[in-house]
């Protein structure tokens, strides 16, 4: 007698039926403003393009130009880089105080490190001087730090703030884990505002105020006591029974 098969073969995984993220569709820039929208080529992804008057947004090589640096006051060249990386960027520019790294190995290290980011480039701003945003590419975790420091200097959210970048440097791409990434920093940078911001909730005792008139028109029908104002009762109109008699 034969035993029957009782092996089980282990079904293929099917990725088409695994969960994705939510995708964040960013439509056509809505900047009509000239000094918003650059005029764009091929080539000038190997450039650098000026996010604001303080920040400018390239790849690695540009990096390396110190003519561009000069021309432009660059004080701070940040680096978005893994580790590995920046241990040897480190060595290379260890005499040059104004070569600075993010070292990051996901894409969470890189939200973590928005605000630090954030914080060096103001400081290079408020110095007088300006910033070079750098990763390989200059199209991907660079163009995300861009993204989070004009989200949460301006108060907007990731959409406008992507289009603004994007019309700046048209080759930035984000892909939909860094925009998901991004979506949470903007909850975060929204409660942010919202404690910043007083709260226009209206103020309560001034509508029931309103409601029942003025403090003074109140005081006037009230003793200083504090007992209600009603009318003294006639002694003659109560029966023994003590009920008011009605005329």
């Known amino acids: 007698m ?7 073969s282990t079904p293929a995984f099917d990725r088409s039926r695994a969960p994705s993220l939510p995708r964040t569709l960013v439509p056509p820039c809505f900047f009509t403003d000239p000094s918003v929208i650059q005029e764009w080529r091929y080539e000038s992804r190997r450039l650098a393009q000026q996010i604001y008057t303080h920040l400018w947004l390239g790849p690695r090589n540009v990096a390396k ?3 561009f640096l000069q021309d432009n006051n660059v004080k701070l060249v ?8 920046w241990e040897i960027m480190k060595s290379r ?71 603004f970048v994007q019309a700046r440097r048209f080759c930035v791409a984000l892909d939909d884990n860094m925009k998901f990434q991004l979506r949470s920093y903007e909850t975060l940078c929204q409660a942010h505002q919202a404690v910043l911001i007083p709260s226009k909730r209206p103020d309560l005792r001034r509508t029931l105020d309103d409601l029942y008139g003025d403090s003074d028109e109140i005081d006037d029908e ?26």
């Open 78 to 85: 940040l680096a978005i880089t893994t580790p590995q990386a």
């Open 65 to 67: 130009d110190e003519k």
């Open 2 to 8: 034969v035993a029957p098969d009782v092996s089980h």
């Open 93 to 163: 520019y260890a005499d040059k105080s104004e070569y600075q790294g993010l070292p990051v190995s996901n894409y969470i290290e890189l939200v973590k490190s928005f605000p630090l980011a954030k914080q060096l480039i103001d400081q290079t701003r408020d110095n007088g001087g300006s910033t070079l945003l750098y990763c390989e590419t200059g199209n991907e975790k660079s163009a995300a730090v861009a993204v989070a420091y004009v989200m949460e200097s301006n108060g907007w959210d990731l959409i406008r703030s992507i289009q």
């Open 222 to 247: 009230v003793d200083r006591e504090g007992r209600a104002p009603f009318n003294d009762v006639d002694p003659n109109s109560i029966e023994e029974k003590g009920d008011v008699i009605m005329e």
